[in-house]
């Protein structure tokens, strides 16, 4: 696996796959690991999973580096990446008792009958590349603490951060075999997935990916989550504060150099605010700093590979031969690294890429509507349900148009993003399940009834 460093084109390092030994190893490593981890007090998992916290906290600078050098993300944005991390070990450490407590029936004198939430066994998780980091600990945090054991699957570009990840939890003092990195391509994911000792996995990726994963998992009767892409609509209403909408959309959509599932990239904008809008949202989009993402100024460093780009890029060039408009950006920046400039398209027509697929990267489509209804017309009409973001002054009218949107989580007055105190999932084809709170700490547990007479 080389690691090219898409500010540079560099390969600065290149690491082993794992052999067919190896990744046997680690199976059996998995399978020995849950069946003392399992037993062992939740209150001493919770324990340790705060410590993996104070060791994110404790190396920050050094595993946001890491993932700024594999994926080209700002390095302030890499370093708040890992914060976050820190945050959902803490978040798992002090409610996960709570969450998986008993919960007890009405039931006959004389008879105790409870629903009691145990371990799956080992989860395979198939991870991307975007937020190496976080994807990451937003499974492992929940199905570690709940006494499942993992096995990662990272996305190849990033094995350095794989094996951060690893050496967090090592650090932690969490028992060898509970999280192991398999450092494997995407052919061999398959075999690791019928293997009996793999019980359930999760996904966060590409429609193309959750299909595989989810059809080999159906065909063995094993449990998915899955997190796939999002075209999330950012709804700007007639009575929106436009400042705020400008200013929160602009973050939105050019955030991690727009590689984000749940980026806002459908802009719609009631008529009576469209001008000032767009006026608005083109100037602070041009303000974006495009450049080295280890300076601390940058706003928007390089996409994540050169082949990533090329296909952003081809995706914009179609749109605008549909008839979109480029009213900035829309072209390569002419300099080493795989740098794409924040971009605006408006005249999207109907079907075009920018309209009907997921752009992965800095590229935001708006559009114009005449009424409330249109606007909700619009942002349903896409085969992605993962995030909206809605902006009224009347919260009211903003909640009232949040039930009306096929999404998992819809957003008024912010922006879309996750969070562990609340769940986090799509519909669609943004994918099932969800993770994070209480929801995630249960995807993969047996939800066990024990009936005592």
Known sequence: ??????ATGETVETYETDSSAEVEAKLDRATDAFETWRDRPLREREELLARAGEVL?????????????EMGKPISQSTGEVEKCAWVCDHYAEHASAYLEPDGHPSPPGTRVKTVYDPL?????????????????????????????GLLKHAS??????????????????????????????????????????????????????????????????????ELG?????????????????????????????????????????????????????????????????????DVGPQAREGLMAE???QVEASVEAGATVLTGGEPLDRDGAFYPP???????????????????????????????????????????LGASVWTEDRHRGEAIARRIDAGCVYVNELVKSDPRVPFGGIKESGYGRELSEPGIKEFVNRKTVWVN
């Open 312 to 314: 952003l890029h081809e």
């Open 57 to 69: 906290r404790e190396n920050k600078h050094e595993y946001a580096e890491t993932m700024t050098e």
């Open 1 to 6: 696996m080389d690691v090219v460093n898409p």
């Open 230 to 298: 999002g075209s999330d609509p950012f709804v700007v209403l007639d009575d929106a504060d436009i400042e705020a909408a400008v200013e929160t959309g602009t973050w939105a959509r050019n955030l991690n150099g727009g590689q984000s599932c749940i980026a806002a990239k459908r802009f719609i904008v009631h008529t009576d605010v469209y001008d000032a809008f767009v006026d608005r949202f083109v100037s602070e989009v041009e303000s974006l700093t495009v450049g080295d993402p280890t300076n601390g100024d940058t």
């Open 343 to 385: 971009t605006v398209l408006a005249d999207v027509p109907e079907g075009c890429p920018a309209d009907a697929e997921e752009t992965f990267g800095p590229v935001a489509s708006v559009y114009e509507v005449d009424d409330e209804a249109a606007a909700i017309e619009k942002a349903n009409d896409t085969e992605f349900g």
């Open 157 to 226: 570009n990033v094995p350095g951060s794989a094996l951060a990840i690893e050496e967090v939890f090592r650090e932690a003092g969490f028992p060898e075999g509970v999280f192991q990195t398999l450092l494997i391509p995407s052919s061999a994911v398959e075999d690791v997935l019928v293997d009996h000792r793999v019980r359930a996995a999760t996904l966060t990726g590409s429609g193309p990916a959750g299909r595989a994963v989810a059809s080999t998992a159906g065909d063995n009767l094993k449990k998915t989550v899955l």
């Open 121 to 149: 066994g080992p989860v395979l998780a198939v991870m991307p590349w975007n937020f190496p980091l976080w994807q990451v600990f937003r499974f492992a945090a929940p199905y570690l603490v709940a006494g499942n054991v």
